[in-house]
């Protein structure tokens, strides 16, 4: 018997784009570029601004390049980092913005096998969400209550 080939398949980019269902003729704008790698985007309280995780397609595994976090205007215009998680850090993946107070829901990821809730204040620092032992909280995946 031959044995049958599997295809190989790379991860080469992701973007956001940007659908106005209100158009005409609805189309998408792809607002990031697929160098970036972004994904999981959520869109500020006000709607002035995107946040997402980017530069790793599968932070869990833990390999390769840090994911952080980066927001962009829904134009395209605006591209900022804000978190600069290196790979000895824990990395960061994602977000919800439902709620800016106390900021940014966040999943970190120290390894592979062990992510915990934090907030991501404006200036990008990072603060593990505790419990009432004063431990991490283990998780992924965070969102805010509708009433923040």
């Known amino acids: 018997?031959?044995?049958?080939?599997?295809?190989?398949?790379?991860?080469?980019?992701?973007?956001?784009?940007i659908i106005d269902l209100r158009a005409a003729k609805p189309r998408v704008e792809m607002i990031t570029s697929p160098g970036l790698h972004a994904a999981y985007p959520d869109w500020?309280?006000?709607?002035?601004?995107?946040?997402?995780?980017?530069?790793n397609l599968d932070p869990f595994t833990h390999e390769g390049v840090?994911?952080?976090?980066?927001?962009?205007?829904?134009?395209?215009?605006?591209?900022?980092?804000?978190t600069?998680?290196?790979?000895?850090?824990a990395w960061v993946a994602l977000p919800d913005w439902s709620n800016r107070?106390?900021?940014?829901?966040?999943?970190?990821?120290h390894d592979a096998d062990y992510y915990t809730l934090a907030t991501v204040a404006e200036d990008g620092s990072i603060e593990e969400i505790m419990d009432d032992g004063g431990a991490p909280i283990p998780g992924a995946h965070p969102r805010y209550t509708p009433t923040g």
């Not at 018997?1 to 784009?17: D, E, H, V, W, Y």
């Not at 500020?44 to 530069?55: C, I, N, T």
């Not at 600069?84 to 850090?89: A, G, L, P």
Request: hydrophobic share 35%.
């Open 1 to 17: 018997m031959i044995p049958r080939r599997l295809p190989i398949f790379r991860k080469i980019g992701s973007r956001l784009g």
């Open 44 to 55: 500020s309280p006000d709607g002035d601004e995107l946040v997402f995780m980017a530069r």
């Open 66 to 82: 840090p994911s952080n976090l980066y927001a962009i205007r829904p134009d395209g215009t605006g591209l900022r980092q804000i």
């Open 84 to 89: 600069h998680q290196t790979e000895s850090d």
């Open 101 to 109: 107070t106390p900021g940014l829901l966040v999943t970190l990821i």
